[in-house]
């Protein structure tokens, strides 16, 4: 793929400055960018390495300029650099057809234009719209709904009933549907409950790899539009997330909690069953969340509280062992003071006499 | 499925207050329940909720009463919904029998009613029991040997050696007999510790999705009877995890450590290698432990302390900004005191000159 | 397998103390071994334990005399074990050869005494070693390299591009090129940033069980030569891992950080992106790290400090209900101080007049 840098000013509605009739091959990073490629500066902080930098272009925010440069200009260089990157990125997804291998049950619908990998398991009832990519090792069980223009990438579990939407990317290793956990306790044992509700994934939702998302109870878990999950997640049964929020890896969400729209969860966050989150909410890394939180809270540490307020007590305990020391101390210098002042007042009492 | 009221009832060992011949075809929860459908509550603060169901019967501990409702009334409500539940639930699992595209391997029994999925591969000297259900993607070992009645799902992998008891579930992805992790350290190197013990898992044991068990380095893992594990789990070589135990989802155990019978670990927490946990003991949510645990305590924090007095210093370190604020106020007090005092006792001994 | 305790000997360049002539058939723990097995003492602390042992000899550092017990004599008595072990150690690995029910693309090259087991597919333009096993359920992508003595555990992905180095191991259900976790924010949604590079993954790494491992976005993830990662660990876009590195369970590095040499990462442990983690430092189980540490560190804690200062901070803040008591009687103090100073102020003053 070959464009030259007016090309791509245009499709990503940006103003060169410099030479427009330059070509661009493929897209690098700030300190590996070679002739013929195109890189792009979002954090200012790295605006000294434009210097050095080998790239025939530079996508940048219109108040940066560098002689001797071609820039390419745009409000928003991080989205440009992504669409510009979405031209030359290129996945080698498995041809259309519906490969010799695969087993594939009754009353299977797949829309047109498919590719479904060597050695998939489709089960019975299904329905694929159009345009679906599905990677070798994949599982699909019955009763099973998928949208258009979905990926499927190696070795990911869908059990039965479940349903995705349009857009849906999920990654190798993912189970959308195990069995939540939960068991009545009786004498000393525990006794099964059935999970025999579903999970729904909404239109372009993004779930990493080897992340479980576990059916419901009763009724359904609820993944909304645009939610973009990370890697080693857990979602727990009947949980359900908002539009757009984004989940970092190896986030824990207990079952029956319900996450906002436009959330984030930072790395490692566990957040207990049955509470709230409300919309805009952000929960800083390793936290773990204990109670409903309002909405655009900001909260950090486990047990988790508002963030400013830990980020002071955090300062406080690194100072604590040296308060213990001043606190001993002072303890001291009060009996001291205790002891002369009793010297005093009985010498007053005296004088007195 | 339809079932009376009074046949509900006598399935569970309850009694009917209302309209015992009422046709119940499914069950459902207190909000979402319609005619035709029972739900239940077992916890007394949504009995509110009960003026507002549509559900044409609510399954309730004997002493709540609520005239113009059908009840069944039971000791455990939660442990009857399970199993009324039970009844109700529906699982798609594939058809008895070995499907064609699935390798076996020499010298493997298989019991009666068994149903093997498509795209399963069984090693050599496999002994399997019967009414044993095999998803597609299951990866079975060498000299694997798996009980009756038991269920693994999708992309499961059983490595060489390992043994399951009857009625085990295992959910997708989930990996038993992974080496663990041993190492010799050798020149800044490491040397690889072989290992070749195995698994042993006992009867009635769930193991959820994408769950990670190491076989032992010599002699056994072991997770005795009914013990119960949920997604993401790290489960390290030579670990024991005692009879009926709850392991929630994304703990991870560590090598040689041995779980007491009926203790729980919470979401995210870890334990260190070697320890004991006694019986009965609870772990809070993303506790760290270092120290072997007496039975029944209750423990939190990283490092984990006694619960109790984990409260107390997590409250005593959200006051800790102001304490400091009140220490500095103190330590003025003090030095004020110190400069009075200095000058009643220069002025007492004036007095006595 | 049998070998005579000095045939052992030589093999591990260790001197007999006792018998050279016993056979010995196998490995075991000190206190599960037999007659006819060979056992180990690597920690003096179980040195009593040897007096019980029906083991027919012992591993043991040169300072350890027991007559009566053959020993085998050696500076480093666990690699000595680790070394006896993979004599007696033994995987049942798939036969050579390409199973009949595997899918093999176009362009694949394949070295000598290969093992690829039933159910495997390999895309187009892949190259691998000699002497690889590959089981049940592995996927390869497109254009991925493989060295040489690589093993690949059952339902393994490996997706397009990435290139594993000699002796790799990796273990059931762990992805290797994943997308990492990237999108540009646009008007309350999320772009996606496609993720075009690679990962490579130098000579003799070992990858744990379920692990997730994402592609670069640009340029490469690198896993460099010998290091160690465990289960369920999260390594995102662009990170770098040093030589002989260890990663323990469930530890999360976030993208483009990059670990030096010999560091060690306990479990649980998490690391924010874009910092650096010099050569052996040592980062204590659950902390997060949340700066760039310089070389030999030693940090714990969640922000992760000093692991001395956080030892002392932990001890204080176990004290912290107690002194918060001490504090208030301290004020109480200061308090009466303050009345019976102002009294004698008073008095002073009077007693003047």
Redesign the interface.
């Given at each position: 793929m070959k464009k030259t840098l007016a090309e791509l000013a245009e499709h990503v509605h940006g103003m060169v400055v410099g030479d427009g009739e330059i070509a661009i091959t493929a897209?690098?990073?700030l300190d590996?960018a070679r002739e013929g490629e195109i890189t792009f500066l979002a954090n200012p902080k790295y605006r000294p390495k434009l210097r050095q930098t080998k790239a025939s272009a530079v996508i940048v925010p219109p108040n940066i300029d560098l002689p001797g440069l071609n820039l390419l200009k745009v409000p928003?260089p991080?989205?440009a650099?992504?669409?510009v990157?979405?031209l030359?990125?290129?996945?080698?997804h498995p041809p259309v057809g519906i490969?010799e291998?695969c087993?594939v049950g009754e009353d299977v619908t797949i829309g047109k234009q498919c590719a479904i990998?060597?050695?998939v398991?489709i089960?019975?009832n299904v329905r694929i719209g159009e345009r679906t990519v599905v990677?070798?090792?994949v599982?699909i069980?019955?009763?099973v709904t998928i949208g258009s223009d979905v990926v499927l990438?190696?070795?990911v579990?869908l059990?039965?009933d479940v349903s995705l939407g349009n857009r849906v990317?999920i990654?190798?290793?993912?189970?959308v549907?195990?069995?939540g956990?939960?068991?009545?306790?009786?004498d000393?044992?525990?006794?099964?409950?059935?999970q025999?509700g579903t999970i729904v994934i909404d239109d372009?939702v993004?779930i990493?790899?080897?992340?479980?998302i576990?059916r419901a109870t009763?009724?359904e878990t609820h993944i909304h539009k645009?939610v973009?999950i990370?890697?080693?997640v857990?979602i727990?049964h009947n949980v359900v997330i908002g539009e757009?929020s984004?989940v970092?890896?190896?986030v824990?969400i207990?079952g029956s909690t319900r996450v906002g729209k436009?959330v984030t969860l930072a790395?490692?966050v566990?957040l207990?069953g049955h509470i709230q989150i409300g919309d805009s909410v952000v929960i800083g890394?390793?936290s773990?969340v204990t109670k409903s939180v309002p909405e655009k809270s900001v909260l950090s540490g486990?047990?988790a509280?508002e963030q400013r307020?830990w980020k002071?007590?955090?300062?406080?305990?690194?100072?604590?062992?040296e308060?213990?020391k001043?606190?001993r101390a002072?303890?001291q210098?009060?009996r001291e003071?205790?002891e002369?002042?009793r010297a005093?007042?009985g010498?007053?009492a005296e004088?007195?006499d």
């Amino acid at each position: 793929m070959k464009k030259t840098l007016a090309e791509l000013a245009e499709h990503v509605h940006g103003m060169v400055v410099g030479d427009g009739e330059i070509a661009i091959t493929a897209v690098a990073g700030l300190d590996e960018a070679r002739e013929g490629e195109i890189t792009f500066l979002a954090n200012p902080k790295y605006r000294p390495k434009l210097r050095q930098t080998k790239a025939s272009a530079v996508i940048v925010p219109p108040n940066i300029d560098l002689p001797g440069l071609n820039l390419l200009k745009v409000p928003n260089p991080y989205l440009a650099f992504a669409r510009v990157l979405t031209l030359f990125s290129q996945k080698y997804h498995p041809p259309v057809g519906i490969h010799e291998t695969c087993h594939v049950g009754e009353d299977v619908t797949i829309g047109k234009q498919c590719a479904i990998d060597a050695n998939v398991s489709i089960g019975n009832n299904v329905r694929i719209g159009e345009r679906t990519v599905v990677y070798s090792g994949v599982v699909i069980g019955d009763h099973v709904t998928i949208g258009s223009d979905v990926v499927l990438y190696p070795n990911v579990s869908l059990l039965q009933d479940v349903s995705l939407g349009n857009r849906v990317i999920i990654h190798s290793g993912t189970v959308v549907g195990s069995d939540g956990f939960g068991f009545a306790p009786v004498d000393g044992s525990y006794y099964k409950i059935p999970q025999i509700g579903t999970i729904v994934i909404d239109d372009d939702v993004e779930i990493g790899a080897n992340v479980a998302i576990d059916r419901a109870t009763l009724g359904e878990t609820h993944i909304h539009k645009g939610v973009k999950i990370d890697n080693l997640v857990q979602i727990a049964h009947n949980v359900v997330i908002g539009e757009h929020s984004v989940v970092v890896s190896q986030v824990g969400i207990s079952g029956s909690t319900r996450v906002g729209k436009h959330v984030t969860l930072a790395g490692q966050v566990g957040l207990v069953g049955h509470i709230q989150i409300g919309d805009s909410v952000v929960i800083g890394a390793q936290s773990g969340v204990t109670k409903s939180v309002p909405e655009k809270s900001v909260l950090s540490g486990s047990p988790a509280v508002e963030q400013r307020a830990w980020k002071k007590s955090q300062i406080a305990l690194q100072k604590l062992p040296e308060t213990l020391k001043t606190l001993r101390a002072m303890e001291q210098r009060i009996r001291e003071l205790e002891e002369q002042v009793r010297a005093l007042v009985g010498s007053d009492a005296e004088s007195r006499d």
